[in-house]
């Protein structure tokens, strides 16, 4: 019922543990490699053996659509080869397909990465299982699932997630990923410069490499460009420019949040930036209240933005403004949060 479409290259460290995690779920696997030189092919034949070659050419959803070409169920279910399939219910997915041909389903994506106080997940929704009869991808890079018809679709929460572990230090570094990404987006945005997606992706790319001042540059043009704030990925780039503008230290200007309240009155990740916003520019009264309004969420996609983080940052006010006994009730709110515990050794 449902064909696994991958496109990989030079994948040997992570390609093990996404296909078996995959082969639990799917009914086929279909696996168009693009060039690898290392041991990908042979740990795919393992699994299928429906393995392909695809000559490069620089664009991510014609290698996309070729391998859907390749599937013989009508159910596509995307994944990239340093995804891992955590958990999966297989009758309500059989039900989304039974039900819902030409919408799309949404699997969970579980990012972790290495902050600043250490290992932090960021929770996400992204666009990967549909019926290959009514859509397919377009874009060259961080390609878009479309409607074939180019008609607006509907999609769906599935019950199915994913541990991508690409962005760990170890992945980033072998596989020069960011440098990729960043040559590919300049490349595309020769072809379309008024694109605020393109600029977008770039100002990641940017932002992943630290490369915070860049990283603003391209999230301002985006934030200039873009014409409507309800998209899907335009919270997240109002987000990232403050996160750039306050990790590059230009504290006023991330004050620009405050005109994109009225969007995201939903959402505790904006609410937490506005907070640092707030905190950088020394009004704390303001930070304080932004920081609690989103302990007011069940959850937010950056794990413990509606708990720890918000309340450790009160905390910190506090104690910079002398009231020690309130900053140690907000620290012990934080339980085992590892900073809290030492800002309370330390008081």
Known sequence: MISLCMIVKNEENTLEKCLNSASKLVDEIIIVDTGSIDKTKEIALKYTDKVFDFVWCNDFSKARNFSISKATKDWILVLDADEVIEEFHIESIKEFCKCSKNVVGRIKIVNKYEGQSGIQRHIERVNRLFNKNYFNYKGIIHEQIVCISEKSYDTKNIDLTVNHIGYSKEVLNSTNKIQRNIELLEEALKENSKDPYLYYQLGKSYFMAKDYLKACGEFEIAINVLDDFRYEYAEDLVESYAYALINSMQYEKSLFLEK????????????????????????????????????????????????????????????????????????????????????LKSI
């Open 260 to 343: 994109y309240k009225n969007y995201y009155i939903s959402s505790p990740d904006f609410y937490f930036v506005l907070g640092l916003a707030y905190m950088n520019n020394e009004m704390f009264k303001q930070a304080a209240e932004a920081f609690l309004k989103c302990t007011e969420f069940k959850e937010g996609k950056m794990e413990g933005v509606t708990s720890y983080f918000p309340l450790y940052n009160i905390g910190v006010i506090f104690e910079c403004l002398g009231f020690l006994q309130e900053a140690k009730e907000y620290y012990n709110m934080c339980k085992d949060y590892d900073p809290a515990k030492k800002r």
